[in-house]
C-alpha cells in the first residue's frame, strides 16, 4: 500500500478516536468539488452536463475551508470540474495543509505544468492524476489526443521537483487485463508513488452509456489484472488491501457513503460522491437527516452495479480496523484471483430509481437568478 506512514499513522488515530467514543458514522475523506467547470469533456464524466450558470458557479476560498472545518475529516480530496481552473486553488490547498489535512488534488493535468510554481511540496499534499491507462486507453477515455503526453509531460516535472504524484485510473468495460498490467508497470516506472484504480460509476449523465461494468464483470476484471501482477504486490496502490480483494470479489461489503461526504456548489451532496439526490445546507444536517437505509447496493437501483473507492474505500478501511491480520495476509500474500467468490448483495429488494437532476438545476438556477437580481438592486441603488 503506497500510504505514507505519516498519513497512516493520524488517519489510524482518527478512526481509533471515533472507535473509542462510540461514533457510528464519520467521515474518512472529504471530497470537495469548488467547481463543475472543465477543460476537458470526458466520454464516462457525469459531473459537467450542467447550464452555464452553474458551471460558472464556485465555492470561494472561505466556502472551502469552512466546508473542511465543518467536516474535519483528516483527508480531504478536490475534485470537479477541473480544480485548477479555480483561480483560488492555491490559498485553498495552503489553507487545508495549514489545518493538517492530506490534500489530494485531482486534475486531468493539462494545466498542472502552467501552474505548478503555485504549490509547494508538502508530506500533507500529493497530486491525483488523471490516468485511465495508457496514451490510446486514456486518449479515447478523455475524447482528446495528446492528453496522456501532456499528462506524463506533467507528473515528470512534478516528481522532478519533489511532489509526491499519484495516479487516480477508471477502469470501464473495454479494459483489457493486459494492457491494464503493463500501463501499471509503465506508472511504477514513472516513479508514480499511488494507483488509484476503481471502476467506472454509471452516472445517469454520462454521454456514453454503453461503457459502464457490471459488478460481476468488475469482479472478474480485477481477478484478471491483478493475477498478471502478483495479486496486486506488483504496484503500489493507494487504496487499502482489502478494498482491492473486494474489487476481486473476494468480500461482500456493503457502502459506507457518509465516509466520503462531498460538498460541491450545492450544498452537502446526499447520499455520497457518485449520487446527487439532494443537498444539505450544513454537514450536520447532511450526517443526521439523510435517510442512510435508503441508498446503497441492494437498496436503490442507481447503486446496483457501483464498486467505486468513494463508496467502499471507508467500509474496507474499517474493515482494516476490525480485522487487521485478515487485511495483513491480503497485503503480504496478493488478493486471491482463483476460487469461489464472495456472495454477491441481492438486488431484489431495491427501491427503483428517481430522477431528481432536472429538479436540481431548476431550484440552482432560480437561486442564481435571485442572487443576480439581488446584486443588480444593489448596485442600482448605490449609483443613485
Ligand atoms: S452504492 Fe453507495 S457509494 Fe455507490 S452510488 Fe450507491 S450510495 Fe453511492
Not at 35 to 49: E, H, P, Q, V
Not at 63 to 87: Q, T
Not at 197 to 210: D, H, K, L, N, T
Request: hydrophobic share 35%.
Amino acid at each position: 500500500m503506497a500510504i505514507p506512514i505519516l498519513q497512516k499513522a493520524v488517519v489510524g488515530a482518527y478512526i481509533l478516536r471515533k472507535h473509542v467514543s462510540g461514533q457510528k458514522r464519520y467521515p474518512l475523506a472529504m471530497m470537495l468539488e469548488p467547481l463543475f467547470r472543465c477543460n476537458l469533456a470526458c466520454s464516462g464524466c457525469g459531473k459537467i452536463d450542467y447550464p452555464d450558470d452553474i458551471l460558472n458557479e464556485r465555492l470561494s476560498l472561505q466556502e472551502c475551508l469552512e466546508s473542511v472545518d465543518e467536516c474535519n475529516a483528516p483527508v480531504v480530496s478536490i475534485a470537479g470540474g477541473e480544480p485548477l481552473l479555480h483561480r483560488e486553488m492555491p490559498q485553498i490547498v495552503q489553507g487545508i495543509i495549514a489545518r493538517r489535512k492530506f490534500v489530494y488534488l485531482c486534475t486531468n493535468a493539462l494545466l498542472m505544468e502552467k501552474k505548478l510554481d503555485q504549490y509547494k511540496p508538502s508530506p500533507f499534499f500529493v497530486w491525483s492524476v488523471h490516468l485511465d491507462g495508457d496514451r490510446q486507453m486514456h486518449d479515447r477515455s478523455v475524447c482528446q489526443e495528446g492528453v496522456y503526453d501532456r499528462a506524463v509531460a506533467a507528473i515528470k516535472l512534478a516528481k522532478d521537483r519533489g511532489f509526491r504524484v499519484n495516479i487516480n485510473c477508471t477502469l470501464f468495460n473495454d479494459a483489457q487485463p493486459e494492457k491494464v498490467a503493463a500501463f501499471f508497470d509503465t506508472a511504477k516506472d514513472m516513479g508514480i508513488d499511488g494507483i488509484t484504480v476503481s471502476p467506472g460509476y454509471a452516472y445517469e449523465r454520462a454521454p456514453e452509456q454503453q461503457h459502464f461494468l457490471t459488478r460481476s464483470m468488475t469482479r472478474q476484471l480485477f481477478r484478471d489484472i491483478l493475477k498478471l501482477g502478483k495479486g496486486g504486490r506488483n504496484w503500489a496502490f493507494s487504496q487499502s488491501s482489502l478494498f482491492l480483494d473486494f474489487l476481486a470479489g473476494n468480500q461482500t461489503y456493503h457502502c459506507t457513503p457518509w465516509g466520503n461526504p462531498t460538498r460541491t456548489v450545492f450544498g452537502w451532496q446526499r447520499p455520497c460522491y457518485l449520487l446527487g439526490e439532494g443537498y444539505a445546507r450544513t454537514f450536520r444536517e447532511l450526517m443526521e437527516e439523510t435517510d442512510w437505509d435508503a441508498y446503497g447496493t441492494g437498496n436503490y437501483e442507481k447503486c446496483a452495479n457501483c464498486m467505486v473507492h468513494s463508496g467502499y474505500e471507508a467500509t474496507a478501511v474499517m474493515d482494516t480496523v476490525k480485522r487487521p491480520l485478515a487485511a495483513l495476509k491480503v497485503g503480504l500474500k496478493g488478493v486471491r484471483t482463483e476460487g469461489a467468490m464472495a456472495p454477491d448483495i441481492p438486488l431484489d429488494k431495491q427501491r427503483p430509481a428517481q430522477y431528481v437532476y432536472s429538479r436540481q438545476v431548476e431550484i440552482k438556477l432560480t437561486e442564481i437568478k435571485g442572487r443576480k437580481a439581488t446584486a443588480t438592486e444593489i448596485k442600482a441603488a448605490r449609483t443613485h
